[in-house]
């Protein structure tokens, strides 16, 4: 059997819409008769479903008076643990965004009091700052835009992040912003097609990558908060270059880089750890733990934590010993 968003129950048509924002990431089903002889519309469309989460698929029954059709929701929230036992047990981790919408979840002030997440909460993705004590967080970047991954610069006095237009096709160019994480207007940082992800190190460094995609390739360019594009630092050739994962140790010297998209079931997925001052490399090997979702080094730069998941669906939250190449 196959399955569509669009479906016929004898004359009628039914059709999914998205919801209008700050739902936007909600669909439902709605219904119009159909004039069999002009194929036009009679009448007006009536909803059939609602609440929240997206109608993935539609299908009717042989004889047109049965509809059966899947919803699903995403609903990504951020959390928030202190580490025990030197960095290798979580407390219970504690909710920090009180809300139904997306949150995700990005950096933390250099004070380390406060998160740096981006949320859809009042439409768009916008960024926002919040302690664990709080429960309302604080607007660091709005607008009619899509704002995303922000990140700390080297001296941690501004962020950096990604802004989208709505409806974001990728072919149209994504613009980097900087804006003071006390606040105050954005300012252009550069701009181009296919930027997918952007990390400082912490000062006495003052690297700053991108990732862009370019037709097959994973290109990784250095960058100044102020003055803009540097040079090409590194690369990966892939089929799907937009399906990886990266971080940067904060003293700017080792680029870790994950396939996120598991392809071939088989295949033990690697972490590449590439030396930018040497230009040598190391492989971390993830057994048993196919996919990896993100990875981010520890502050102290010396491993690294990765989330994850089996092939049943089963997610983890990994702390891998980059030093020693173990798990």
């Given amino acids: 059997m196959k399955f569509w ?19 936007q990431n909600d669909s439902n089903a709605w219904s ?8 036009k519309p009679l009448g007006t469309a009536t ?9 993935q698929y539609l299908s009717s029954a042989a004889d047109g008076r049965r509809l059966a059709y899947v919803k699903q929701s995403w609903q990504p929230d951020v959390y928030v643990a202190r580490l025990e036992a030197n960095g290798t ?3 219970n981790p504690r909710l920090l965004t009180l809300d139904e919408r997306q949150d995700l979840p990005w950096a933390w002030t250099p004070d380390s009091k406060q998160v740096i997440f981006g949320s859809d909460r009042d439409g768009a993705f916008h960024l926002f700052r919040q302690a664990p004590e709080q429960t309302t967080p604080e607007l660091l970047v709005g607008g009619k835009e899509e704002s995303m991954v922000p990140r700390l610069t080297p001296d941690g006095k501004e962020i950096v992040y990604l802004q989208f237009q709505p409806g974001f096709e990728g072919a149209e160019a994504v613009r980097m912003l900087r804006v003071p994480l006390t606040g105050g207007p954005p300012e252009l940082v550069l701009e181009g097609r296919g930027l997918t992800n952007l990390q ?5 460094s003052t690297l700053c990558l991108y990732s862009r995609v370019d037709d097959k390739r994973l290109v990784f360019y250095s960058f100044d908060p102020l003055q803009g594009k540097g040079q090409e630092v590194a690369h990966v050739d892939d089929d799907i270059p937009y399906a990886y994962n990266w971080s940067l140790t904060p003293d700017g010297s080792t680029l870790a880089i994950a396939k996120a998209r598991k392809i071939d079931l088989s295949v033990t997925p690697d972490i590449r750890l590439l030396s930018l001052t040497d230009h040598t490399e190391r492989t971390i090997r993830l057994k048993e733990w196919p996919g990896v979702s993100s990875l981010d080094w520890a502050a102290d730069g010396k491993s690294l934590w990765v989330s994850t998941s089996t092939n049943t669906g089963t997610s983890a939250l990994l702390k891998s010993t980059a030093s020693l190449g173990a798990d």
Avoid: F
């Fill in 47 to 55: 909803r059939l479903t609602t609440g929240s989460g997206k109608v």
């Fill in 5 to 23: 968003t669009l479906a016929w129950t004898n004359d009628h048509l039914v059709y999914v819409l998205d919801e209008s924002p700050p739902n």
């Fill in 89 to 91: 047990k979580l407390q």
């Fill in 200 to 204: 400082c190190a912490r000062l006495p």
């Fill in 32 to 39: 119009v008769k159909i004039d069999p002889r002009t194929a």
